[in-house]
């Protein structure tokens, strides 16, 4: 008899024990409250290779040409006010003779064997007033490559002037509505780096999906 009632119990457990593990089973990759893990959801998003989806390219908005002012008005933070329409008006190549000329590279020899473009901007004044008048307003112009990335810099000295490169800048005692001023800068390719595709102005972009979504200009030398 003790035998018998002890295959009984035995039994009983069994079924007890089968009917927990189903409950615990529930949906596939579920956890508590039928949730998926965090290990499935990743494995969701992943493609049926095993390697997760690359996020969305992000395209260049369509290019502005030369002299076409970019859509909306920007404010400087170089100004400390005001809103400017801003237009790239040309940019003249270099050479290395004008690179020495004007010391642009004394600070920095990494540039030494670089391409030297002159890079000429437009500022209209629309709105507002700028606290500071002779403000470096082409210190928000950008050359990228057709990546979005950085295709030349500004060298430390930018605005010293070598014979056929930037005039010399003009000084101001204000800024009137309507008023019109262009700034030239010199930028600098270093040697071996990509060609560049675009001149851009943002005063707040810092990535290059940033500058692809914003006002660029196609890349014509003179």
């Not at 049926?48 to 690359?54: A, F, H, N, T």
């Not at 004394?106 to 437009?122: H, I, K, M, S």
């Not at 509505?177 to 060609?195: D, L, M, N, P, V």
Request: charged share 20%; glycine share 14%.
């Amino acid at each position: 008899m003790h035998r018998r009632r002890s295959k009984v119990l035995y039994g009983i457990l069994t079924a007890a024990l089968g009917i927990a593990l189903t409950a615990c089973g529930g949906k596939e990759g579920g956890g508590e409250g039928g949730k998926e893990s965090p290990a499935s959801q990743e494995a969701a998003a992943k493609g049926e290779s095993g390697k997760r989806s690359p996020a969305a390219k992000v395209e260049w908005t369509p290019a502005l040409t030369m002299g076409q002012p970019a859509p909306g008005l920007f404010e400087s933070g170089a100004s400390s006010g005001g809103k400017f329409q801003v237009a790239a008006t040309k940019v003249v190549k270099g050479t290395q003779k004008q690179l020495k000329e004007g010391h642009y590279i004394d600070a920095d020899r990494t540039l030494e064997g670089g391409t030297p473009y002159f890079v000429y901007v437009t500022y209209t004044l629309k709105e507002g007033k700028p606290s500071v008048v002779n403000s470096d307003l082409n210190s928000g112009a950008v050359i990228l490559d057709e990546n979005g990335e950085k295709a030349a810099d500004r060298p430390v000295v930018h605005s010293g002037y070598g014979e056929g490169g930037c005039p010399v800048g003009e000084v101001y005692l204000g800024w009137d509505i309507g008023e019109s001023r262009t700034q030239c800068s010199i930028y600098i390719a270093k040697a071996g780096a990509k060609q560049p595709a675009r001149l851009a102005w943002s005063a707040t972009a810092t990535t290059a999906d940033e500058f692809k979504k914003g006002a660029s200009w196609a890349w014509v030398t003179q």
